[in-house]
């Protein structure tokens, strides 16, 4: 298969949204090509020239000035329909490609989304809502597997010799080898949980000891007010429950159930009664739908919670 035939094949797939991981690797590469406007140029000429066409098939005549048209019929509608497509994916994806196109390559989530990134050393990573992760593209060559994140993701890293793997947040960095963890920094605050193998945690500049954590073991970092705390015998059914699909709020204050629910939906909540915002919970909820939620808490609060513009109120039933 030639140059220009492989990168037809490979902008048809990613069209589809069915490359493979070494193909959407391999697409990136032949757009940041020194030479890939010149492929590019051709394949839209190639468009315009579908098969069958003929100058002057359409009509046999030149149409009068009055009927002339910037389109020459159907057939050439079709033609600019089809460049236009074209066009407008391909900006769509030069424009991410240019911005990640640096050191690292960075992956979202929205609001109620939860998306899985298959990295190239084998390991994989689960991005909670509302969350960003960046992976150093350049991992071999520079010898280190560093990554940042914002908001909250689960690691089931791949055991690479003599390299380990860096998660760096705001105020805390997690150092492991091989291992699965959950790691959520939001607000100044950090949790993390180590569900397998060993990680050591460095937490802000004035701590010089690392924390070595043991499976089941979770670590509180609060960066406003320096506050540490380290649990045991936790799960991942209550330190991260989330990836199974599930919402379990274990004895947490009502304020803070609140704060995780605005990361997640991304939904603004006023309450005036602060006895509610202190009653601790102990509630599983369903993850994927938000109503759901909703009424879970009404009814286990004995609350009411009512929708008013872009803001949910909530008082005592």
Request: with cysteine; proline share 3%.
């Amino acid at each position: 298969m030639d140059k220009n035939k492989r990168f037809s094949f490979l902008l048809e797939k990613y069209r589809n949204d069915s490359l493979t991981k070494a193909e959407y690797e391999e697409f990136l590469k032949r757009l940041n090509a020194p030479d890939a406007q010149d492929e590019l140029d051709e394949m839209l000429t190639g468009y315009w020239n579908l098969p069958g066409d003929d100058p002057v098939a359409e009509d046999e005549q030149e149409p009068s000035p009055n009927k002339r048209t910037f389109f020459s019929g159907r057939r050439g509608l079709m033609k600019w329909s089809i460049a236009a497509s074209l066009l407008v994916m391909l900006t769509a994806t030069l424009l991410y490609v240019g911005r990640s196109s640096g050191e690292y390559v960075t992956y979202k989530t929205g609001f109620g989304e939860i998306k899985e990134v298959n990295l190239p050393d084998g390991s994989v990573v689960t991005l909670n809502a509302n969350s960003e992760f960046s992976w150093n593209r350049d991992w071999e060559d520079e010898e280190a597997r560093q990554v940042t994140l914002k908001g909250e993701a689960f690691f089931d890293i791949k055991h690479v010799r003599g390299m380990t793997f860096t998660v760096k947040t705001g105020d805390v960095s997690v150092e492991v080898v091989g291992t699965s963890f959950n790691v959520d920094s939001r607000n100044q605050k950090t949790a993390v949980y180590l569900d397998e193998g060993k990680v050591k945690l460095h937490v802000d500049r004035e701590r010089s000891d690392a924390i070595v954590m043991k499976p089941g073991e979770k670590v509180d970092y609060n960066a406003a007010n320096g506050k540490l705390v380290k649990t045991a015998d936790e799960s991942m059914s209550s330190a991260a429950s989330w990836k199974d699909g599930v919402l379990n709020f274990k004895d947490l204050e009502f304020r803070d159930v609140l704060e995780k629910l605005t990361a997640i939906y991304g939904k603004k909540f006023t309450c005036a009664d602060d006895d509610i915002l202190s009653r601790h919970m102990y509630l599983g909820v369903p993850y994927k739908d938000w109503n759901q939620v909703k009424e879970a808490l009404e009814l286990s609060m004995d609350i009411k919670i009512s929708e008013h513009e872009d803001t949910y109120v909530i008082r005592k039933e």
